[in-house]
Protein backbone atom coordinates (compact mmCIF):
# COMPACT_ATOMS: atom_id res chain seq x y z
CA UNK A 1 0.00 0.00 0.00
CA UNK A 2 1.18 3.85 -0.31
CA UNK A 3 2.17 5.70 2.94
CA UNK A 4 -1.43 7.06 3.72
CA UNK A 5 -3.02 4.00 3.21
CA UNK A 6 -0.22 2.73 5.17
CA UNK A 7 -0.76 5.03 8.24
CA UNK A 8 -4.54 4.80 7.91
CA UNK A 9 -4.16 0.86 8.23
CA UNK A 10 -1.93 1.56 11.35
CA UNK A 11 -4.31 3.69 12.99
CA UNK A 12 -7.59 0.96 12.74
CA UNK A 13 -5.40 -2.41 13.26
CA UNK A 14 -7.19 -3.79 15.75
CA UNK A 15 -4.94 -5.26 19.01
CA UNK A 16 -1.03 -4.65 19.55
CA UNK A 17 0.32 -1.71 17.65
CA UNK A 18 2.84 -2.66 13.98
CA UNK A 19 4.94 -0.96 15.45
CA UNK A 20 7.26 -3.43 12.74
CA UNK A 21 5.48 -1.94 9.74
CA UNK A 22 5.47 1.34 10.75
CA UNK A 23 9.69 1.17 11.40
CA UNK A 24 9.50 -0.79 7.93
CA UNK A 25 8.24 2.74 6.46
CA UNK A 26 10.50 4.50 8.13
CA UNK A 27 12.85 5.96 4.81
CA UNK A 28 9.99 5.84 2.69
CA UNK A 29 8.30 7.79 5.03
CA UNK A 30 11.20 10.07 5.57
CA UNK A 31 11.92 11.05 1.68
CA UNK A 32 8.10 11.38 1.27
CA UNK A 33 8.41 14.04 3.83
CA UNK A 34 11.06 16.10 1.80
CA UNK A 35 10.40 15.71 -1.62
CA UNK A 36 7.27 14.80 -2.69
CA UNK A 37 4.71 17.42 -4.05
CA UNK A 38 3.56 19.77 -1.07
CA UNK A 39 0.08 18.35 -1.13
CA UNK A 40 0.87 14.54 -0.60
CA UNK A 41 3.16 15.97 2.33
CA UNK A 42 0.15 17.73 4.01
CA UNK A 43 -1.86 14.70 3.47
CA UNK A 44 1.22 12.15 5.43
CA UNK A 45 1.16 15.00 8.33
CA UNK A 46 -2.56 14.88 8.57
CA UNK A 47 -2.46 10.68 8.64
CA UNK A 48 0.79 11.09 11.10
CA UNK A 49 -1.28 13.31 13.11
CA UNK A 50 -4.01 10.99 13.43
CA UNK A 51 -1.56 8.25 14.32
CA UNK A 52 -0.24 10.13 17.75
CA UNK A 53 -4.19 10.55 18.81
CA UNK A 54 -4.33 6.40 19.65
CA UNK A 55 -4.83 5.84 23.10
CA UNK A 56 -0.93 5.77 25.18
CA UNK A 57 0.45 7.38 21.70
CA UNK A 58 2.26 4.11 20.38
CA UNK A 59 4.25 5.08 17.18
CA UNK A 60 6.64 7.93 17.42
CA UNK A 61 5.85 10.31 14.87
CA UNK A 62 7.47 13.34 16.69
CA UNK A 63 10.54 13.31 14.45
CA UNK A 64 8.52 12.86 11.29
CA UNK A 65 7.09 15.97 11.90
CA UNK A 66 10.05 17.82 12.79
CA UNK A 67 11.39 16.83 10.08
CA UNK A 68 8.47 17.91 8.12
CA UNK A 69 8.29 21.69 9.79
CA UNK A 70 11.94 21.90 8.76
CA UNK A 71 11.72 21.49 5.48
CA UNK A 72 8.61 23.30 4.94
CA UNK A 73 10.41 26.60 7.13
CA UNK A 74 13.16 26.29 4.55
CA UNK A 75 10.64 26.03 1.93
CA UNK A 76 9.31 28.97 2.87
CA UNK A 77 12.04 31.26 3.49
CA UNK A 78 11.87 35.01 4.87
CA UNK A 79 9.51 37.75 3.84
CA UNK A 80 10.24 39.98 1.17
CA UNK A 81 10.57 43.37 1.82
CA UNK A 82 6.45 44.21 1.93
CA UNK A 83 5.06 41.25 1.99
CA UNK A 84 3.22 40.24 4.73
CA UNK A 85 2.32 37.09 6.26
CA UNK A 86 -1.34 37.36 5.08
CA UNK A 87 0.16 37.93 1.62
CA UNK A 88 2.85 34.64 1.47
CA UNK A 89 -0.24 32.36 2.57
CA UNK A 90 -2.80 33.90 -0.04
CA UNK A 91 0.33 32.08 -2.72
Same mark, same amino acid.
Request: no cysteine; net charge negative.
Given at each position: ??? &?? +? @?????? $??? %???? $?? =??????? /????????? +???? @??????? $?? /?? !??? %???? $?????? @?? =? @???? &??? +??? /????? !? &???????
Amino acid at each position: PDL &IE +L @LQQLRH $ADG %EPQL $AN =FEAAAGP /LRRALVDAP +LAER @LDLVRAL $AM /LG !TLP %ERPY $AIGSYM @LL =F @LEEY &IAM +LGA /LRDGE !T &IVDRAAE
